[in-house]
């Protein structure tokens, strides 16, 4: 790998830079406490995890027009809500539930990480979310991103190359100038069949203590780290 | 006007933000120092920049095919070397030269402005300037967007509706939930029939000591500010 041609860092979000799982925990929790809800908030956050693959998809074969996260996130909690029997919020209330996922915390590396990778490289969000979530994590969390792409403005979710592909143009670089960042071993598969150079970044507790995936790198990724700032060592920071 | 309604600030950049002017000047001068060209590079920036409005023009029109500015730039660049009779650049030259626009110099009170109103408010770029370009010139200049936005990912350039429209929809909010921040009042304008809130800040040699426009407030805009630390002071930031 030519570390030298390499100008921009593109870094998926949920999972890899933000800690979305206990964040909704906590959030769902907090939101229970004050209206007296009794509900299992480990449950329904992988609930409302496991709805976002499959709404995506019916974006992505076609079944549905371009819909932002925000849109497929607040379709999958409607349902949810009448699965786990939650009645009696407003719907300003159900719009600030759905608006969690713009305030995930980061894991503990994520911010100082990403404040040395970025005196070098060029950092960019080449996430699924929509523009607002991570404009509004990213000022609430102090993400220092150069850059907000991704999903909605190539209007492609990942994996779809033209996520990628998109993102690095709208950069006006190739795909060889970017890194993608990841701790999930799809994305960075899908990144780089199309040139992109890849680093894998272990987040052993991001779907809980009883995780199966994504331990490890399971293919010859560029680089492999257990943080951001091991991250930021390997290249140099 | 309802400050507290007020969630983000839009951008205008090309002489708002940074000297277009100055800066492709001393760049031409370094350039023609090296290269041994006697061009009276106050004539080629304004020659340059004259070409800008036109050369929109015809993508706003539908003449054109969506072309980002880079592109357009590069194509008046072209003109511009055979008007001034300047030969003997390589390719590599001239496209280091059309990425002039990436390293223009900001106004003195731009970064500290903006750092103060980067507090409490969300700062994007609303810009007919590509993504590329503008990422390129904060990183050179310290430019602490939240979001680069604009022209680009609207796929529509200023002052067509969309380019504002698109850049509140993709922040997730309401035009009068944003305020268009400029220095030209063609610009406030369009943005305040849309429903934005308006600030018009005075860049008074932006087109050199001769300026005959946009030397004031021409119409009743809800903020006038000599400074972006006058604005800062306004916005009660």
Redesign the interface.
């Known amino acids: 790998m030519d570390i030298e041609n390499i100008k921009a860092l593109t870094f998926d979000v949920f999972g890899t830079v933000v800690d979305w799982r206990t964040s909704i925990i906590r959030q769902g929790q907090t939101l229970g406490r004050s209206k007296g809800i009794d509900v299992d908030w480990e449950k329904f956050a992988d609930a409302w995890r496991a709805r976002y693959q499959p709404s995506m998809s019916k974006v992505r074969n076609g079944e549905m027009p371009w819909t932002k996260l925000?849109d497929l996130h607040r379709v999958s909690l409607h349902q949810l809500l009448d699965e786990f029997d939650i009645s009696g919020l407003a719907e300003d209330e159900i719009d600030y539930l759905n608006r969690a996922w713009h305030r995930l915390d980061p894991w503990p590396d994520s911010v100082e990480g990403l404040t040395r990778l970025k005196r070098k490289y060029?950092l960019?969000t080449l996430s699924n979310g929509?523009?607002?979530?991570l404009?509004?994590m990213?000022?609430r969390a102090n993400l220092p991103?150069?850059?907000?792409?991704g999903a909605?403005?190539a209007r492609h979710y990942k994996p779809q190359p033209e996520a990628y592909l998109m993102t690095a143009d709208?950069?006006?670089?190739q795909p060889g100038q970017c890194m993608m960042v990841a701790a999930h071993n799809h994305d960075l598969v899908a990144a780089s069949q199309l040139g992109f150079h890849t680093a894998f970044v272990c987040r052993l507790t991001e779907y809980g203590p009883n995780q199966s995936t994504d331990l490890k790198a399971d293919y010859d990724f560029d680089i492999v780290a257990d943080s951001f700032l091991e991250l930021a060592v390997k290249l140099e920071c």
Chains 1, 2 share one sequence.
């Open positions: 925000d060029i960019v929509n523009v607002a979530l404009v509004n990213a000022k991103w150069d850059a907000i792409l909605e403005v709208y950069l006006g670089l």
